[in-house]
């Protein structure tokens, strides 16, 4: 079965249609999302050995996903609500969690939002419009459709339109969950 590809094995552009004179993006703004990406990569390996060590008890890598997460979040308005898995760490990068956030929750110390009572990689911030990630499989994906709803009668009663720009247009909700979920 062919599979279409942007990329190559090599990174080098397959679909000219979809290389880096077709972005609209500012140096700055790739250089940002690039710095995010490198970020959870080097999190994920100091973070894996720590939990391997007894360090935390849990941690689950991004490893090979870091693009998808910080790519699609990045398409996002800040006030559109996320509803992720453990994986996704680069929307909660490029939204603004530091590495002070993510060491607080992932040794349960007293500046985590969820004040220690979550298991590690269960990051949430309501400041951002993360909700917390849960460690059942797929049950981010009702609440997510259930916020939708909401966000839609929200944006309907404060006749925000499609055509609105920047923090009055209609949000969206995002969902994510991998293969296991699906």
């Known amino acids: ?20 004179d077709s972005l609209n993006i500012g140096t700055d703004e790739l250089l940002r999302l690039y710095r995010e990406m490198v970020f959870v990569s080097i999190m994920d390996l100091i973070m894996f050995d720590a939990q391997r060590q007894g360090r935390i008890s849990f ?33 909660f990068a490029h939204r603004g969690f530091t590495a002070q956030d993510f060491m607080a929750q992932l040794f349960a110390k007293v500046h985590d939002p969820g004040r220690g009572r979550n298991m590690p990689v269960h990051y949430g911030s309501q400041k951002l419009r993360i909700h917390t990630i849960s460690s059942p499989l797929a049950t981010q ?20 339109t499609a055509e609105g720009e920047g923090e009055r247009g209609r949000r969206v909700v995002a969902c994510y969950f991998g293969e296991g979920a699906a």
């Open 59 to 91: 941690y689950m890598v991004s490893a090979g996903e870091e693009g998808t997460a910080v790519g699609s979040c990045s398409a996002l308005n800040t006030r559109d609500p996320i509803f992720a898995q453990y994986r996704e760490t680069g929307i």
């Open 141 to 160: 994906i009702p609440q997510a459709a259930g916020a939708a709803y909401a966000v839609k009668m929200q944006d309907q009663l404060e006749g925000r």
């Open 1 to 20: 079965m062919p599979t279409y590809r942007i990329l190559d094995q090599d990174g080098s552009v397959v679909d000219k249609s979809h290389g880096p």
